[in-house]
């Protein structure tokens, strides 16, 4: 089993960065594939971006192509997601999420993932 937990949320205008980082336990961080998602008030909570075990993999939601990188640094334990470019669209809780199994794709619904994080808010201001 694996605990989550996520930081770096705060309060941005549009046009700035943040970097949002999600600190795992264990020590079999680096064999789970991780993805980063995000809900807005009354909205289904939706995919952003997913990095395979060893970060040689990654894919993004159309939204957020060329604004966001996902990395990680298994041996800290940590993935993070930068986001660059902000719009108040990306205003929303951010939950980071591991994947235990290996998969020939990356898993990109939320039922695929096994274990989430509590969430950090960003808030993106116009």
């Known amino acids: 089993q694996v605990q989550l937990v996520e930081s770096g949320g705060g309060l941005v205008q549009a046009g700035g960065s943040l970097r949002l980082s999600c600190a795992a336990s264990g020590r079999t961080f680096s064999s789970y594939t991780m993805g980063w998602f995000r809900q807005s008030p009354g909205k289904e909570r939706e995919f952003v971006a997913a990095?395979?075990?060893?970060?040689?993999?990654?894919f993004y939601a159309d939204s957020v192509k060329g604004r966001f990188t996902i990395s990680r640094d298994n041996a800290k334990n940590t993935v993070y997601l930068q986001m660059n470019n902000l719009k108040s669209e990306d205003t929303a809780v951010y939950y980071c999420a591991a994947n235990r199994q290996a998969r020939s794709r990356l898993p990109t619904t939320r039922p695929e993932y096994d274990y989430w994080g509590q969430g950090t808010q960003v808030t993106v201001s116009s």
């Open positions: 990095i395979s075990t060893s970060g040689g993999s990654t």
